[in-house]
């Protein structure tokens, strides 16, 4: 089994355009979107016959009225400001409590109890090509990266059961703790940029977290024809650090109405100059 985590530094590089059109080039590929704060590969990919699956992210305190006696120690004891006095009554926010439990535990008429926040969810389905892994992160919840842990071993499940080899990870932008779920363990890192100055700051801080790891990472330039003189820079930072320009993809008009009709731009316009580029990078990609 062959793991390929696609990033980027920032958000709308790319990054899932690319996870698309690798997707949709070979049969029998796991895609496992680990993009949980904001996934979108479903908009292209179209997975159908889901399995759908409640992920607790926490706890959240609830509290019973009836049996409240408003002593307000709560209140006081509560670090992160989640409970007041709302007209009379005690009231806990739920985008403010942080499951810690000490409301629970201080109580003196047990009137909170703490009950699982389950709103997230990850799903499995089939789309045409093989099959699609991803998560919806309840807005305000936390712990993406463990989310992003179950969307990758449910992936490698389905690899196993179909005795398939591919796995393509559309990994979220940055790096953080989600990120970092994303690539441990895997085979082969893409990091996807554009020629601007955010765009090249982002991609030196995300190759010193890949440098942590032991992976070759790809490069791959976006809208590299926007900028010629940054890709330049590119270029030559990557030829001076030992890093692989796996391939620089102009700007076209072919991806943005590939994307509004949902579908890679290999599907949509597979002769183009852009499809022939990407092409190239997935066989150099898998070459190595």
Sequence with gaps: MTEI????GKGGTGKSTLCASFATMEHDIVVADCDVDAADMYLVLFPEDYV??????????????????????????CRFRAISMIDGDVTISDTSCDGCKLCSR???????????????CWYVGN????????????????????????????????????????????G???????????????DKVVVVTEPTNS???????IMELINNYRINPYVVINKSDLNIEISREIRSWCDSNGICLAGAIPFDEQVVQAMINCRSVVEWSPESEVSLIIKSIWEKVNKD
């Design 5 to 8: 985590a696609i990033l980027s």
């Design 52 to 77: 759908e699956n409640n992920f607790i992210t926490g706890y959240k305190a609830r509290l019973d009225q009836t049996t409240c006696t408003k002593c307000g120690l709560c209140i006081d004891k």
């Design 106 to 120: 201080i109580c003196p008429t047990q009137s909170i109890t703490m009950i699982p926040s389950d709103k997230s």
């Design 127 to 170: 789309y045409r090509n093989g099959k699609l892994v991803h998560a919806r992160l309840d807005p305000g919840e936390e712990n993406s990266g463990k989310l992003v842990s179950i969307v990758r071993e449910k992936a490698r499940k389905l690899i196993d059961e179909n005795n398939w080899k591919c796995v393509i990870i559309d």
């Design 172 to 186: 979220p932008p940055g790096v953080g703790c989600p990120v970092i779920a994303s690539i441990t363990g895997v």
């Design 199 to 205: 765009g090249f700051h982002d991609l030196k801080r």
